[in-house]
């Protein structure tokens, strides 16, 4: 009888659920605020990484960026503090308005911090987790977007470079977590944001590796999401971000088929990052960009295998790689790319 | 050009359609199975659990020769009689999938004695069952070393010749936890989602390879020592598996060239419930079915 009562309290609660999702779509939540809060992000230097960090300054949160590029992370150490100065004459002239009356924001000391940091190893994460709660303070937010790509096929690929990619895109969420996560937990305050990749919900040939990858930390992030909820740390949010393909330069030479590109054009990465900070202030569980990305989804869980081959056949979707893969290969004939990887 | 790009648009849902209903009248109709006498077959973790039976299994359906990959020579040395008794040519090579290089030298080692693998089962795989906080670092990158990248190197090992001689499959032994994950086995869903995503990957690659193929088994919890002590809280409605009948239906799966097997058929309804409600709703979910639960009491394997 127990079971019973349960049973009809779980329905209630999934078709509460829905409403709720539903009104999502109507009324946008209200976003939090993540000013003052120290924000950490890895693979900073570059990419989505980048405008992550000129996004959460533009939010007033202090960055903690972490590359293994010390350059291109200071590049981007220097448009933050640009951002900050920006900010603070905005402030300051605001103020000045104001006749001193009112305080627009809590005055935050704003900073930008930047390590050197390889994410793919266990010690170099630990060590530089430990500076960063000494010189900076408790992480809030935590940006897992460090990513790398072999751009190989399986047979081609040397072992060496299938591990990294293992490391630095999948493994690498390990460490960072662990790293951060026990100080969360105990204030029970904090978000994970872990940015996957669309090929973390389906899979192309040509690129085993990094496909895993994406997997792997579209699992590890629903486990762990899966844990916090177990444990009950309600004020402990996790966002999942999967992207479509972003022209970034990563995959440089990626495309479907001719005739379906115009409907479906690599992502702008502003765009990208835009969305995803909507879902990330919102604690969105999860954001797949663009949307269509949903129904593929849906259809692959619905339709037997050879079906989904063959509307990924139909989207170009299964060999897109290829010319990438070509590319590359190209490049690094040239001797163009061997500082890429 | 134009007329060309009219047909596709139309042949796709003609072709959606038709493999839909393929596939319906596949599950009523028995199909024929594809003859084994000339394969040999390579079982990693072929010692104990799902890996004995599928040696057994494959035994049974006159697999020429079998060779059995392990950690542990007892259980590899039992099997292997066990095999041989029934009239099949069966060998066991010390084998941890997780070392690259020890992986490579047991291959050409082989290749050596027993001649080329035609039937490669990934099997092989090891859960730490703990929650992330509670997890050793080291245990953790082994799960990651032996359920997915050991995937990896024997395919690595296995395939050029495979394709070489137009003639074999690649087998995957993966778990439902790679498309649901739960907690307290974060590395083992990590993994295991890892895994699938190799095997998707392969098999979208391999499409073209005329006479390879691949295919990927997702079992719902099995009863092993792997996951001794794993508590699921209706067994009434999702009994666990026998390991005789998850070898039983992989077998079946390869001599039909099937892609991918969801075991039960029941999960493809998780698979698809997990696509369309929302993330609360499927936490809800989760609670009620005990997932949340389902690991506190784990032992697994010493």
Redesign the interface.
């Known amino acids: 009888m127990n079971i019973v009562v349960e049973f009809f309290v779980v329905t209630f609660k999934v078709l509460w659920a829905f409403v709720l999702a539903a009104a999502r779509w109507l009324v946008r939540p209200k976003e939090k605020s993540v000013a003052g809060q120290v924000c950490l992000i890895t693979g900073a230097g570059s990419g989505l990484g980048r405008l992550f960090a000129l996004e959460f300054a533009r939010r007033r949160a202090l960055l903690v960026l972490w590359d293994i590029n010390t350059q291109s992370n200071e590049e981007t150490a220097g448009m933050v503090r640009h951002i900050y100065r920006d900010l603070e004459a905005a402030d300051a002239a605001a103020l000045q308005a104001g006749n001193g009356e009112e305080e627009i924001l809590p005055h935050c000391n704003l900073q930008v911090f930047t390590y050197t940091c390889d994410v793919g190893k266990r010690e170099n994460v630990y060590l530089t987790a430990e500076r960063v709660r000494k010189e900076v303070g408790e992480v809030s937010v935590l940006v897992n977007n460090a990513g790398v790509v072999s751009g190989h096929h399986l047979l081609e690929c040397p072992d060496e470079l299938i591990e990294r990619t293992m490391m630095v895109n999948c493994h690498a969420h390990f460490w960072t977590t662990k790293a951060f996560l026990p100080t969360m937990l105990e204030i029970n305050h904090g978000h994970i944001v872990t940015v996957a990749s669309s090929l973390g919900l389906f899979s192309t040939a040509g690129v085993e590796d990094y496909c895993a990858s994406k997997f792997g930390v579209v699992g590890f992030h629903e486990s762990l999401s899966h844990e916090l909820k177990a444990a009950e740390k309600d004020g402990i949010k996790t966002t999942l971000v999967c992207p479509y393909l972003v022209d970034t330069g990563m995959f440089r030479g990626c495309r479907i088929r001719k005739e379906i590109e115009p409907f479906l054009p690599p992502l702008k990465p502003d765009y990208c990052v835009k969305q995803a900070m909507k879902a990330i202030l919102t604690d969105q569980p999860m954001i797949c960009t663009p949307r269509l990305m949903y129904i593929v989804t849906f259809m692959k869980s619905i339709l037997p295998f050879e079906a989904v081959v063959c509307m990924y056949r139909f989207l170009g979707a299964d060999k897109c790689m290829y010319p990438f893969i070509a590319q590359r290969k190209q490049a690094t004939n040239n001797n163009e790319a061997k500082n890429g990887i | 050009m134009v007329w060309k ?1 009219l047909g ?1 648009l139309v042949m ?1 849902p003609l ?2 359609i038709y ?2 209903v ?2 319906a009248v596949g599950l009523v109709l028995p199909a024929k199975l594809r003859d084994l006498s000339r394969e040999n077959v390579l079982i990693t973790g072929g010692g104990r659990g799902i890996g004995r039976q599928l040696a057994r299994e494959f035994a049974e359906r006159g697999a020429r020769k079998i060779v059995l990959w392990g950690r542990t020579e007892k259980c590899l040395k039992e099997t292997t009689e066990e095999i041989r008794q029934m009239g099949t040519e069966c060998h066991y090579f010390i084998c941890d999938v997780g070392n ?1 290089e020890e992986v490579y030298q047991t291959a050409k080692a082989v290749r050596e004695k027993v001649g080329d693998i035609t039937i490669l089962v990934n099997n092989a795989a090891v859960v730490h069952g703990k ?3 509670d997890s050793d ?1 080291d245990a ?2 082994k799960s ?1 070393h032996i359920n ?2 050991g995937q ?2 024997t ?2 090992a296995f ?2 010749r495979m394709l070489e001689l137009q003639n074999g499959h690649i087998v995957c032994l993966n778990s439902v ?2 498309l ?7 590395d083992y ?10 095997m ?3 098999t ?2 391999l ?1 073209d390879c005329p006479g390879v193929s691949a295919t990927t088994v997702l079992p719902f919890h099995t009863s092993t020592e792997m996951f001794q002590g794993m508590r699921v809280r209706f067994p009434n409605l999702f009994p666990p598996l026998k390991p005789e009948t998850v070898a039983r239906r992989t077998v079946e799966a390869v001599q039909l060239n ?3 097997l969801l075991l039960p058929w029941t999960m493809h309804a998780l ?2 419930l ?8 499927l ?6 079915s005990g ?3 389902c690991m506190n009491t784990f032992k697994g394997r010493t």
């Not at chain 2, 649901?180 to 974060?186: D, E, F, N, R």
């Not at chain 2, 936490?283 to 009620?288: A, D, L, Y």
Request: charged share 15%.
């Open positions: 790009r596709a796709f072709q959606m493999l839909v393929k596939a690259r929650s992330l906080m670092d953790l990158l990651q997915t990248l990896f190197w395919t690595k395939l050029p936890l790679a649901s994950a739960i907690p307290g086995a974060i869903c990590t993994s295991k989602a890892s895994a699938f995503a190799f998707e990957s392969l979208l690659g499409l099937q892609a991918l698979v698809i997990k696509s369309i409600l929302p993330q609360a709703a936490e809800e979910i989760h609670k009620f997932t949340y639960t």
